[in-house]
C-alpha cells in the first residue's frame, strides 16, 4: 500500500488555484519527482505534502493516515518528515554536528555523537563536525542538510530543488550520491526540480507539471522512451 497518497489536491492562494485536482501515490522506498517549468505549482505540492500549506479541498494520506484535509492538518511533530532546500538553510552558528543533530535533542550526548558520526559517513564528510557552514562548499553543505533531513529517521523526505545553486558537475555527481544513499537507507523521497537531467538521474517515476496540473505520470524509462 502507498506510504503517500493524494487525491484531488486543490491548493488555492485568495482567487487563484495553484494546484488543481492533483492526485499521485508514491510507494515506500521510492523516489518519485515532479518536474516541470517554473510557476507550475510544485512548490505548492511539496509546501502541502509537508504541511505548511492548508488545502481547498482533496486530502494527502500518508500511510492511510490523514496528513492533511480540508480543516485539518496533522501536527508538526507526527508527520515526521525531513526536508532539503535549495539554500541548505544550516544554521549559520551551529557546528556540523549541532546542525546535524538538531531534531535529536532527546537522545543522550553521546547517542546523539554516534549519530553523528553515522551520519557524517553516510554523507562522505567525516570529520567535518567541529567546522561551521560557511567553512563548506556549497555541495558538502548540502550533503549536511540531507544528513540532518535523514537523522530523526522520517518516513519521508522532501527535496525542492536541492541542487539549483550548484554547477552542473557537482549537480550530477550529487544527484548521483543522494540517489544512491535513499536507495541504500531505503528512504522514501519527494524531489521537486525544473531540472529534466536531475529527474531522470534519481527518481523511480516522474510526474510531469505544467498549470498546477500531473498531466503524466511515469518511469524515466517510459519517458525517455515515448514517441
Ligand atoms: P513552482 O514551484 O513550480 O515554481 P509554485 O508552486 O511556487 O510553482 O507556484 C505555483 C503558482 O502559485 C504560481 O502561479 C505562483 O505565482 C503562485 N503562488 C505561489 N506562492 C504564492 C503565494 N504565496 N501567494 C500567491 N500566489 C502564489
Ligand atoms: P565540492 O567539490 O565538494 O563542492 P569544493 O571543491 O568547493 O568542494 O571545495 C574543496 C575544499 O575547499 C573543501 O575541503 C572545502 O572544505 C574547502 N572550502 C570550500 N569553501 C570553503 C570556504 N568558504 N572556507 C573554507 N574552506 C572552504
Not at 59 to 74: A, D, F, K
Not at 82 to 107: C, E, S, W
Not at 144 to 150: G, Y
Not at 183 to 208: K, P, S, W
Request: proline letters at 7%.
Amino acid at each position: 500500500s502507498p506510504l503517500l497518497e493524494l487525491s484531488n489536491v486543490h491548493c488555492c492562494y485568495g482567487g487563484t488555484t495553484a494546484v488543481y485536482q492533483l492526485s499521485l501515490r508514491v510507494m515506500p522506498g521510492q523516489i518519485a519527482c515532479l518536474l516541470g517549468p517554473s510557476g507550475c505549482g510544485k512548490t505548492t505540492t511539496l509546501r502541502a505534502i509537508a504541511g505548511f500549506e492548508p488545502l481547498c479541498n482533496g486530502e494527502i494520506r500518508v500511510r492511510g493516515e490523514p496528513l492533511s484535509v480540508p480543516g485539518y492538518v496533522m501536527p508538526p511533530e507526527k508527520r515526521r518528515m525531513g526536508m532539503v532546500f535549495q539554500d541548505y538553510a544550516l544554521f549559520p552558528h551551529l557546528n556540523i554536528y549541532d546542525n546535524i543533530t538538531f531534531g535529536l535533542r532527546k537522545l543522550s550526548r553521546r547517542d546523539r555523537r554516534r549519530r553523528a558520526d553515522e551520519l557524517l559517513e553516510l554523507v562522505d564528510l567525516q570529520g567535518y563536525g567541529e567546522r561551521f557552514p560557511h567553512e563548506l562548499s556549497g555541495g558538502q553543505q548540502q550533503r549536511v542538510s540531507l544528513a540532518r533531513a535523514v537523522a530523526p529517521q522520517p518516513q519521508l523526505v522532501l527535496l525542492d530543488e536541492p541542487f539549483s545553486n550548484l554547477d552542473v558537475e557537482l549537480r550530477e555527481r550529487l544527484s548521483r550520491e543522494f540517489h544512491d544513499i535513499f536507495r541504500d537507507q531505503q528512504i522514501t523521497a519527494i524531489l521537486v526540480t525544473h531540472d529534466q537531467h536531475e529527474a531522470f538521474a534519481m527518481a523511480d517515476e516522474i510526474g510531469l507539471m505544467r498549470d498546477g496540473r500531473i498531466v503524466q505520470w511515469d518511469t524515466p524509462f517510459n519517458l525517455y522512451h515515448e514517441p
